[in-house]
């Protein structure tokens, strides 16, 4: 079956340090992947996504690229802020009717001023 | 305008007990999903639904159940509550297929005491 696998949280960083959040998945075929954020007490929104191997998606100054080769899609940041503070999810979708996206675990980011 | 929403945001309730969760999406999507968040930020697939197809995550009990009155409303039943069913609930919309993305809603919080 699907399954996507993201570091443990917490991760604290002081503003404007680098981001790194590694997610890695097992999926047959070739899936969407996508990266949510859920800041507290909402539902999620999408951050970015890439829907083939070597796409790399952006926004927010957030990127994310589709490595087929290690099956990852590690979310990058260059400087962070307080207001990024919040739970980030990486998922996949297996581009079929159904849809349905596989979450990992979560990973929490606190940054600190 | 809130592109997806749920009612109630929280609910509480007495383990036996049956209830309903709604959610409206006024995006004009095709299909509707819900997902369970337990207390450790987990998500899971519980439902994936279109007018054509309804699509179950097997691990999901017979206690549950989606029910849309049409394309814009999908909403959640579950019968006999159970301790473990507390929860967050989320509702979420997409355009088709795999690849596209979904929009969540704010999430409704049950509690079974």
């Known amino acids: 079956g699907n399954s996507v696998t993201q570091m443990e949280g917490p991760v604290t960083l002081s503003e404007e340090a680098f981001l790194t959040i590694n997610c890695t998945y097992t999926a047959t075929g070739y899936p969407s992947l996508f990266w949510y954020v859920q800041y507290p007490g909402e539902g999620l929104q999408l951050l970015l996504k890439?829907?083939?191997?070597?796409d790399k998606g952006s926004n927010k100054g957030f990127e994310a690229t589709y490595r087929k080769e290690t099956t990852s899609f590690h979310l990058e940041k260059g400087s962070v802020q307080v207001s990024d503070s919040a739970v980030y999810f990486c998922a996949l979708s297996p581009n079929n009717a159904g849809n349905m996206l596989t979450f990992g675990g979560g990973t929490r980011l606190m940054v600190k001023p | 305008d809130t592109a997806v929403s749920q009612t109630p945001k929280y609910l509480v309730t007495q383990m036996g007990n049956d209830k309903s969760i709604k959610c409206e999406q006024n995006l004009g999507h095709d299909t509707m999903y819900w997902y369970k968040q337990d207390s450790k930020k987990f998500l899971k697939i519980m439902f994936s639904y279109n007018n054509k197809e309804l699509i179950i995550n097997e691990t999901v009990p017979n206690r549950f159940s989606p029910k849309s009155p049409d394309k814009a409303h999908l909403n959640l039943h579950i019968n006999s509550l159970e301790l473990g069913d507390s929860a967050v609930y989320f509702c979420?919309?997409?355009?088709?297929?795999?690849?596209?993305?979904?929009?969540f809603g704010p999430g409704t919080r049950l509690t079974v005491t």
């Open positions: 890439a829907t083939k191997a070597d």
């Open positions: 979420a919309s997409s355009q088709g297929g795999g690849g596209y993305e979904q929009y």
